[in-house]
Each structure stands twice: as structure tokens, then as C-alpha cells.
């Protein structure tokens, strides 16, 4: 049986022929669902070693000395292998899976609520992440148990919750798309930057590690993506995560907006600006897999290579516009 952990723990005293009922749970999973009725899914390493290789499974671990409990486990385990954060889990139910040595372990499962794309996470350990809806997981390679867990939430989760406004009617012709246009709607990612200029007017700006999937050896904004959490709790997570940088949501004013689309047909993006006059502590790297170093820039005097919307955004708030449009036809 199996939910999902490389490093699932065998508590103290257990065996495998232990007749005695099972210990309280040492090691957590989380079951993530997003309001298409899908399931966040990890293909783990196909290795000698690894629990369940090649399988597909939740995220999760074992507890760790400093969780001081089992819901802490589960976050870091979220923010650890795959740079996740949720903000609500809840207690589902405790599932029996059998660790490498044979003996049954209990894992405490919770339910979390995301509608992110997988693609879009940094996954630190196994292959990839991917949705699935509960009748394709048969097709999978998939632990019984935790097919079985699935199915159970899924007979039993609530509706998504739907807008508590009211529709308001419209015209005719403004259902009608442009000639032309995509009729169907397409969701936009929605990224979030820290604008902060010293004492000398410089602009902070970070030059991204070489292999990132983004930006790759570019001088860019320190900059995250909206997950299931505000704009501003984003900046704040973002600031501390990467540079060690304390700010209060408060001084946290949006001053510029681009709408972004790289490529025809490609995902659009909204980038909001949001610049901050006080915060607390030194840039520091914090996550040297994405940012390399952080450095204070004259912005007449930007550094190539650039992010070119970067170059644009800082441009265009200084001359006072709040908005911008680029790569569109």
C-alpha cells in the first residue's frame, strides 16, 4: 500500500510481525484536489532504493525532529519537494502502507484545495507532477490504497464554492468574441515583483541561475507566482524565501501592470509591480538553485542581459504610466 514518501519511517518498534495495533502516525500526506475534480499526482524516481519507484503517488515524508506536528510535516514536505505552499490542510483520514522493511506504518492524510499548474512548481525530488481525474487513475501505475483514498474523497468532497456575486446581464454583442479571437477562455498566469529602490535610487534586481526554466542567466525582479493566496501574501512569501527580506503587506503599493504574451498562441501573463519603501534586512541568497546574486542598479544604467519586460516595467513606472501592454498582435 502506499501514499506517497521516499523516506517513509518505520516508528521505533515496529515489525512487521508486530501483532500489536499500530502507533500513531510519524509520517503525513497531503491529497491536493483543484476545482476540476482532479488530483495532483508524483511519478517518484525509478531507482533502487526509492519507496513505491516508478509509481505514482501523494506528496509527503516522515516527521521530522523540529515538526512540531504532523500538519508541519506535511508542509514542509509540500515546500520541500516541490516548492508548495497551501493554506489550509485539513485531517482526512489515516492510511495503513507497508515501509521498505515490511512493516505497516500508518500515515496521517489531509486535504488541501490548489488550482495551480503543476509545470509552474520547482520539484525538488522525483520525475513530475500532473493532474489526473479519478477515472484515468486505473490506467495508472498506482498503489491500490491510494486509488482507494481517491475515490473515497472524491465520492465525498463538497462543490467548488462558486461566486457569491451576482451575474450581471450582458449585451449581445459583448458575448460575441472579436473576429477572429480564441472563443475559448483562457486562464493567465499571474506573476508578482518587488520593485525596491535604495537610498540612492537603485533598483534591486537578481541575475537567475543559468538552468532555471525561466529567465536563465537573465537580471530580472526577485518575482514568484501567484499560488492559492493574494498578490500581496505572494510578495511577502516571495521577498522572505528568496533574499531574506522582511516587508509588511501594508507598504506594498502596486505601481505597474504588464499584460504579457510572449508568443502567438502562448499563455498569457499578468505581471504586477508592486513597489515597497520600507522592509527589514540585507538582500541575501536564499535559494541559490534560482538567483545567483542580488545587486543595486542605477535604472538609467539597467544590466544586460535582461528580462526585457523587467527593462520596460522599471522604464515605464518612472515616467509615471500604471499599465503596459507587450507581445501582442
Known amino acids: 500500500m502506499a501514499t506517497a514518501h521516499d523516506d517513509v519511517r518505520t516508528p521505533t518498534g515496529a515489525g512487521g510481525s508486530d501483532p500489536a495495533p499500530p502507533p500513531e502516525p510519524e509520517n503525513a500526506s497531503v491529497l491536493v484536489a483543484n476545482d476540476d475534480?482532479?488530483?495532483l499526482l508524483h511519478l517518484r524516481d525509478n531507482?533502487?532504493?526509492?519507496?513505491?519507484?516508478?509509481?505514482w503517488s501523494l506528496l509527503g515524508g516522515g516527521r521530522e525532529p523540529g515538526d512540531r506536528s504532523l500538519e508541519e510535516t506535511a508542509r514542509r514536505e509540500l515546500w520541500e519537494e516541490a516548492g508548495l505552499v497551501l493554506p489550509l490542510l485539513q485531517r482526512f483520514?489515516?492510511?495503513?502502507?507497508?515501509?521498505?522493511?515490511?512493516a505497516t506504518v500508518p500515515v496521517q492524510v489531509f486535504t488541501a484545495r490548489w488550482n495551480g499548474d503543476p509545470d509552474s512548481l520547482h520539484l525538488t525530488e522525483g520525475v513530475m507532477l500532473r493532474w489526473f481525474a479519478p477515472e484515468i487513475m486505473p490506467r495508472l501505475r498506482l498503489s491500490p490504497s491510494t486509488l482507494d483514498?481517491?475515490?473515497d474523497h472524491a465520492a465525498h468532497r463538497p462543490a467548488a464554492p462558486r461566486?457569491?456575486?451576482a451575474d450581471a446581464p450582458v449585451p449581445p454583442e459583448a458575448q460575441r468574441p472579436a473576429e477572429g479571437a480564441d472563443r475559448r477562455g483562457v486562464p493567465h498566469?499571474?506573476?508578482?515583483?518587488l520593485y525596491l529602490e535604495n537610498a540612492q535610487g537603485e533598483v534591486l534586481l537578481g541575475l537567475r541561475h543559468p538552468d532555471c526554466a525561466f529567465a536563465g542567466g537573465r537580471w530580472h525582479f526577485l518575482a514568484g507566482h501567484g499560488e492559492q493566496e493574494s498578490a500581496i501574501a505572494c510578495l511577502v512569501r516571495e521577498a522572505?524565501?528568496?533574499?531574506?527580506l522582511l516587508i509588511h503587506p501594508r507598504d506594498a503599493e502596486l505601481v505597474h501592470v504588464v499584460h504579457l504574451c510572449d508568443a502567438p498562441g502562448s499563455r498569457p501573463r499578468l505581471q504586477l509591480v508592486f513597489?515597497?519603501?520600507r522592509w527589514a534586512g540585507d538582500p541575501v541568497i536564499r535559494e541559490p538553485d534560482k538567483c545567483l546574486t542580488w545587486r543595486w542598479w542605477n535604472p538609467d544604467a539597467l544590466p544586460e542581459p535582461i528580462v526585457a519586460y523587467t527593462r520596460t516595467a522599471v522604464q515605464r513606472l518612472r515616467e509615471g504610466h500604471l499599465y503596459t501592454e507587450t507581445g501582442w498582435a
Do not use: C, F, I, N
Open 37 to 39: 475534480g482532479e488530483y
Open 47 to 55: 531507482l533502487p532504493g526509492v519507496w513505491e519507484p516508478g509509481a
Open 93 to 102: 483520514r489515516v492510511e495503513l502502507v507497508t515501509a521498505l522493511d515490511g
Open 149 to 151: 483514498l481517491v475515490r
Open 163 to 165: 461566486s457569491t456575486v
Open 189 to 193: 498566469v499571474v506573476g508578482v515583483h
Open 240 to 244: 522572505y524565501e528568496e533574499a531574506g
Open 275 to 277: 513597489r515597497v519603501r
